[in-house]
């Protein structure tokens, strides 16, 4: 008799070609991850070979019920580590009926500034370092903290190693080899400072692709999460008091700054970033003000600057870079809930279109 985890892991390559396409959007709260699953004929490995479908946006505050269908386009297809075989993940983007991308679809905005022949020719590359906390389910406390009580100030938990220091690496170690199987450009991962609280690094990757790479890593993280029995927090500031926050700090070059004079060409990428500091915070993730104080390694929300290897600056550059006067730069300031296709579009358009 077969058991559940039989079944669960059953090989279907023998019995059939069809494979299972997970497809994936995001929804109304423009940070919720929502999927549901389809049959396809046989394997399939380009976006464009996979058809449309539909899902009740009312029942994911998308639409009202009056006229609830909503159209999802696939854009991009992972191999999926929870089936495997030829099955895959499906990152959808989300439309009307009539075509038109709806408000939480922040994608299709992001690749028209990323399809702009001056974006194009910079090849901007992306480095993204998603902090993120593991709460236990029934009382939304970080794992391995005492019910109603604090562990131990802040200090041996970053990179830490131990049972009374790092806290959920199961699922850490699961969600790292998920998601190099998965195809996703995932280049390392970390314990953070506040104990309970991860970070996972994904790229160099190159446009918009870094953002489809954020997303459906986030959602097998969710995905590896609900196994465990854990909940994701993605919130700026999880804890108040004296423990650090969760950023999404976004490492960025360009081919002109990763050329000899580079230096130069990040010095005036980075003033340019600083003119249109308040548009840039006010799309960089909710609640951030909790987390840029000014403290726990952090520039204030209302202050913009920048340094070399300064990590209480809104912009930090790195040693390497200022020495070899090429390079890349480090935006500090998004949130760990922000939205990549967001953040990184932004910095294109404000770094490479925008004019002052």
Same mark, same amino acid.
């Given at each position: 008799?077969?058991?559940?985890?039989?079944?669960?892991?059953?090989?279907?390559?023998?019995?059939?070609?069809?494979?299972?396409?997970?497809?994936?959007w995001?929804?109304?709260s423009?940070?919720?991850m929502?999927?549901?699953?389809?049959?396809l004929?046989?394997?399939?490995?380009?976006?464009?070979?996979?058809?449309?479908?539909?899902?009740?946006?009312?029942?994911?505050?998308q639409a009202?019920g009056?006229?609830?269908?909503?159209?999802?386009?696939?854009?991009?297809?992972?191999k999926?580590?929870?089936?495997?075989?030829?099955?895959?993940?499906?990152?959808?983007?989300?439309?009307?009926?009539?075509?038109e991308?709806?408000?939480?679809?922040?994608?299709?905005a992001?690749a028209?500034?990323?399809?702009?022949?001056s974006?194009?020719?910079?090849?901007?590359?992306?480095?993204?370092?998603?902090?993120?906390?593991l709460l236990?389910?029934?009382?939304?406390?970080?794992?391995?903290?005492?019910?109603g009580?604090?562990?131990g100030p802040?200090?041996?938990?970053?990179c830490?190693?131990?049972?009374?220091?790092?806290?959920?690496?199961?699922i850490?170690?699961?969600?790292?080899?998920?998601?190099?199987?998965?195809g996703?450009?995932?280049? @390392?991962?970390?314990?953070?400072?506040? %104990?309970?609280?991860?970070?996972f690094?994904?790229?160099? &990757?190159?446009? *918009? =692709?870094?953002a489809?790479?954020?997303?459906?890593?986030?959602?097998?993280?969710?995905?590896?999460?609900?196994?465990?029995?854990?909940?994701?927090?993605?919130?700026?500031?999880?804890?108040?008091?004296?423990?650090?926050g969760?950023?999404?700090?976004?490492?960025y070059?360009?081919?002109?700054m990763?050329?000899?004079g580079?230096?130069?060409?990040i010095?005036?990428?980075?003033?340019?970033?600083?003119?249109r500091?308040?548009e840039?915070?006010?799309a960089?993730?909710?609640?951030?003000?909790?987390?840029?104080?000014?403290?726990?390694?952090?520039a204030?929300?209302?202050?913009?600057?920048?340094?070399?290897?300064n990590?209480?600056?809104?912009?930090?550059?790195?040693?390497?870079t200022?020495?070899?006067?090429? @390079?890349y730069?480090?935006?500090?300031? %998004?949130?760990?809930?922000?939205?990549?296709?967001?953040? &990184?579009?932004m *910095? =294109?358009?404000s770094?490479?279109?925008?004019?002052?």
């Amino acid at each position: 008799m077969s058991s559940l985890e039989d079944l669960i892991n059953l090989d279907l390559s023998g019995s059939t070609d069809q494979i299972i396409a997970e497809y994936i959007w995001i929804g109304g709260s423009g940070l919720d991850m929502r999927s549901k699953a389809r049959t396809l004929p046989g394997p399939v490995t380009d976006p464009s070979e996979l058809p449309k479908w539909n899902y009740d946006g009312s029942s994911t505050g998308q639409a009202p019920g009056d006229d609830s269908e909503v159209i999802i386009y696939p854009q991009a297809i992972f191999k999926d580590p929870f089936r495997r075989g030829n099955n895959i993940l499906v990152m959808c983007d989300a439309y009307t009926p009539a075509g038109e991308p709806i408000p939480t679809n922040k994608r299709h905005a992001a690749a028209k500034i990323f399809s702009d022949p001056s974006v194009v020719a910079e090849e901007t590359w992306y480095g993204i370092e998603q902090e993120y906390t593991l709460l236990q389910k029934d009382i939304k406390w970080p794992v391995g903290w005492p019910v109603g009580g604090f562990p131990g100030p802040q200090g041996p938990y970053y990179c830490g190693i131990g049972a009374d220091k790092a806290f959920g690496r199961d699922i850490v170690d699961s969600h790292y080899k998920a998601c190099l199987y998965a195809g996703i450009d995932v280049s @390392g991962t970390n314990g953070e400072v506040m %104990p309970g609280q991860w970070e996972f690094q994904v790229g160099p &990757t190159v446009g *918009i =692709a870094a953002a489809d790479q954020v997303w459906v890593a986030r959602y097998i993280l969710e995905r590896i999460t609900e196994l465990a029995g854990v909940v994701l927090s993605l919130d700026p500031k999880p804890i108040p008091g004296d423990w650090n926050g969760a950023g999404a700090h976004t490492n960025y070059s360009t081919k002109s700054m990763r050329e000899d004079g580079g230096y130069e060409v990040i010095k005036k990428a980075i003033e340019k970033l600083g003119l249109r500091h308040k548009e840039h915070i006010a799309a960089y993730g909710e609640g951030n003000e909790r987390r840029l104080t000014g403290k726990h390694e952090t520039a204030d929300i209302n202050t913009f600057l920048w340094g070399v290897a300064n990590r209480g600056a809104s912009i930090r550059v790195g040693r390497d870079t200022e020495k070899a006067g090429k @390079g890349y730069f480090e935006d500090r300031r %998004p949130a760990s809930n922000m939205d990549p296709y967001t953040v &990184t579009s932004m *910095i =294109a358009e404000s770094t490479i279109l925008w004019k002052p």
